[in-house]
């Protein structure tokens, strides 16, 4: 995955709109799935003998009529991933998916750097640069300048070693080198 500028005003009108879209269509959803399914295969609770406040006994009904609004929604979005209004949004959540599968093997990935591995060091490189990019898209600026230490001491274990690293040389495929279980 290769690093892009994103426009941080279309990213967040575009995740504010999808995000949206997303809750709303979830709850009109859950709702209509759990209505037809009560009403195809629920118990009717005005001819149920129960107390005041007692359940009528569906809630598995719904829960399933939640579940497959789910997975509608989860499906429409998978159909749509390619749209070019959800292009920045897309961007971000599959290098969200990406930060979360490096940080998995981040104390494996940081020991390599240490020794003078190059991809280790790529890799690094990478993260840290592509984390900077969404801490600012998602104005989290409260673990900033930790990010812009771990920056500064990477460039100067890549300038001691007189290496040339650029987060532009990663590749998915270095990260397989350092899992454990590999």
Known sequence: ??????????????LNLVSLGLVVGLIILSLGFGAALIAAFGVDASLASR???????NFHLNLLGVII???????????IK?????????????????????????????SAASAGNLDALIVLSFYYTSLKQ????????????KLEQD????????????LTVSPDMFEESMLTGFNPEA
């Open 69 to 79: 609004a789910l997975v509608v929604c989860g499906g429409v979005l998978w159909r």
């Open 1 to 14: 995955m290769k690093l892009r500028e994103i426009d941080k005003s279309i990213y967040k009108k575009n």
């Open 51 to 57: 107390a005041e406040g007692e359940s009528t006994g």
């Open 151 to 162: 920056i500064s001491r990477l460039e100067e274990t890549i300038n001691e070693q007189a």
């Open 82 to 110: 390619d749209n070019p209004f959800l292009a920045e949004v897309y961007y971000v959540w599959r290098l969200k998916a990406l930060h979360n599968r490096i940080y998995r093997q981040l104390k494996h990935i940081k």
């Open 134 to 145: 969404v801490y600012l898209l998602d104005n989290n600026t409260l673990t900033l300048s």
